[in-house]
């Protein structure tokens, strides 16, 4: 490896994007660094204020999340940004429901306010000493052993750049054009389109009506939608829809579903809601990572098929990103460890792939029903269903352990029976 492609005193590294992604490469960069003797200076771009944003985000934090805040990053949750502490789900398909309880000991699920969680990480940041500037970058270029990153506010020369801007539309376009001559960054080519509204309610009705579960719904009935939920929170209770063909109409739609009406306060109470609209990818990027650059998380395209998991996504992509810029280097071949360290992550995508697929299909056409009653009694088709939603497994190890010969037999008679 040649020694400008190594991190070294006085190399800049540059973090386009103050998510959970960016801030959380520039903790590990910055404790790491420090640890090894190594004299960085990063400078981490948002051209967002975190003060006022509304984030396109229900604001889940679920297992392994609070072990790598602590574990891997040295920073403690805190615990002012709990709105609720999720107990469990309550999955719906088109008539029929069951309630999934999970183990504790796989570590607590939190709903929070997203955009006090993303200003939290961005004020850890600050306070190690990472040059933040609220500057939205407009263009890179890699001239010769640099990198040159054009903003609103400013102009910065860096050594290697870190892609942290998840589905900017801008941003995309940049690096797919930087790097179309060299390692030729493409983004994910297949998203899932999400919809989110915000409704008002007082706690004791939250408390009464939902209580700390959150509300999965497969709804065929509604053939855009490929999943919904209705979350609650602290005064307010989230409701979203996504799906690849998805729009804000079928969000009116499906707040007009009755087992999602008796969840939710009159709407004379909470008032008229207002929508937001929302993007996560639902394939893989291609070549990302290159000579002098990184992506992480969305960006990556890596997330969880089906059940995103986008905050444990960039926690592990903006970690093991950092590790690889300090341990191994910052050319194309380096960043290759990167790529196997985040295997997991892409390992996942065929499993989850088929289960979205199939779970649309079986909901369409009434099956999934079928699915629930048989998982009443099935306990390996019970934590299929659990792991599932809550995103605690892989679809991979989810698939692994139902095909087994009894949830098979269970799951053929059930469905034989139900069509007698």
Known sequence: MSKELKLKDGSVVAIIGGGPSGTSCAINLKKESIRMGIDLKIVLFEGKDFDYLYNQCVGVLSPPFERILTNELGVEFPSHLIKRRIEGYVLYGNGNK??????ENEGPTYAVRRIEFDNFMLDTVRRLGVDVRKNRTTYVEFIEDKVRIFGERGYLKADVVVGAFGLDESMLGVFEKATKDSAGYKRPKRLLRSYITKIFARDDFIDRKLGNYIYAFIPGTLPNVEFGAVTPKKGHIMVNVAGRNVHSTDLIEFLKLSK??????????????????????????????????????????????FKGKGINTAFIT???????????????????????????????????SIARNTTHIFSSIGIFDKLIDVARYDKKLYDGFYN????????KNIFKKIMTRKTIFNITKGLIFSFM
């Open 98 to 103: 069951i309630f999934l309880n999970g183990n």
């Open 260 to 305: 999602v009406m008796e969840l939710l306060p009159p709407s004379e109470e909470s008032g008229e809601p207002d929508y937001f609209e929302g993007m996560f990818p639902a394939s893989t990027s291609q070549n990302p990572f290159g000579d002098r650059f990184v992506m992480v998380g969305d960006a990556t395209g890596w997330l969880r098929p």
């Open 318 to 352: 903006g970690i093991k990103a950092a590790e690889t810029m300090l341990k191994k280097g910052i050319s194309k071949k380096d960043f290759e460890q990167y790529a196997i360290q985040c295997q997991s992550l892409t390992d996942d995508y065929v499993y989850g």
């Open 388 to 395: 599932a939603v809550s995103g605690h497994d892989s679809y």
